[in-house]
């Protein structure tokens, strides 16, 4: 089932750029680059059991790392979009550490609190002139390079499809490996893991630090694709929607943050053709639907539906 899944899914996308027009095609664009972001947090709650609500903070220090350079210091995008992962990365381990002595519910208290203060601080009169303030700072995106005959969204989206990819081969690498064996003892049974010889600390802050590096990989692409960054876009509602798409797709999977992705991009469209003047009431009732009847994710459902139906045929 999972190859049948992965086969097509890798047949549509790489089809797609040629059977959309630009707009529909960069809106599939914007969803994997959720798909990035919710990748590391598949990996840091899923797996690890570490809970945030913040990442939008990550996010917005990624977006900001590639905006800078890109605009202020000249930096190619492409050279500039592992600094942005890079900068996650670091932001993401140093706050990691001292999370490590939290528990489930005050750690998710305090990623909020850091998705309330980043925006403030991106806007804040110390480093206004740095980040463009309120006002924010406008990104120049480039064509496709060497003549090629596609447009920009199209070479955006097949850039985005590159990303995501690598960045799925090393996060499942991660999690189905050794390591993401340590991290579900860790979760499951910490005293345990602790008494193997798994070294907490590091484990923790550091699985902290990859999921961050998504988070702002993921944020530096989205500023590309809207040649645009502000503070205000990183609020935690964006933290909130990035762990809708973990909870909806399958939030201890890989192909549920593709599934999550197509859900937060998308499902609000389908929420207002239902009813336009109450979209956002309509669209809360279908994540509680989507919820009740798949309460492991889209992908994990589907499997078990599909695992039934094998069973009765057998």
């Known amino acids: 089932m999972q190859r049948i899944q ?9 089809l797609l750029p040629f059977l959309v027009e630009d707009y529909t095609l960069y809106r599939f664009t914007d969803a994997i680059v959720f798909s990035i972001a919710i990748l590391g947090l598949n990996l840091l709650t899923g797996i690890s059991g570490q809970f945030s609500i913040g990442h939008s903070a990550f996010f917005a220090i990624g977006a900001y790392t590639v905006a800078i350079l890109t605009t202020d210091y000249g930096m190619s995008p492409y050279l500039a979009l592992p600094f942005g992962a890079l900068s996650g990365f670091l932001f993401g ?20 609190g850091l998705a309330l203060v980043v925006p403030r601080l991106l806007k804040s009169e110390p480093i206004d002139q740095l980040t463009g303030g309120v006002q924010g700072m406008y990104l120049n995106r480039p064509g496709a390079p060497f003549g090629l005959p596609l447009s920009d969204d199209q070479w955006w989206y097949i850039v985005s499809l590159i990303i995501v990819a690598i960045a799925a081969f090393l996060i499942g690498n991660l999690m189905h490996g050794r390591i993401g064996r340590a991290l579900k003892a860790l979760r ?13 600390p590091l484990f923790r802050t550091t699985v902290f630090g990859v999921s961050g590096a998504a988070a702002g ?11 645009f960054v502000a503070p205000d ?16 797709g399958g939030i ?8 999550g992705g197509l859900i937060v991009e998308f499902l609000p469209d ?7 003047s109450i979209s956002f009431p309509v669209y809360g009732v279908l994540l509680i639907g989507l919820v009740m009847l798949m309460p492991h994710g889209v992908v994990p459902g589907l499997d078990r539906l599909w695992q039934r139906l094998a069973g009765r045929r057998g």
Do not use: C, E, K, Q
């Open 6 to 14: 992965v086969t097509l899914g890798l047949l549509i996308a790489l």
């Open 93 to 112: 381990f140093l706050f990691g550490w001292p999370a490590l002595r939290f528990g489930t519910v005050h750690l998710a208290l305090a990623t909020w």
């Open 188 to 200: 499951d049974h910490p005293d345990a893991a602790r008494t193997m010889g798994i070294n907490v």
């Open 217 to 227: 990989l993921a944020g530096g692409l989205a500023g590309l694709l809207a040649d």
């Open 233 to 248: 876009t990183y609020s935690i509602f964006l933290g909130i929607t990035l762990l809708i798409g973990a909870v909806a």
């Open 252 to 259: 201890t999977t890989l192909r549920g943050a593709f599934v």
């Open 270 to 276: 389908a929420a207002g053709m239902i009813s336009r």
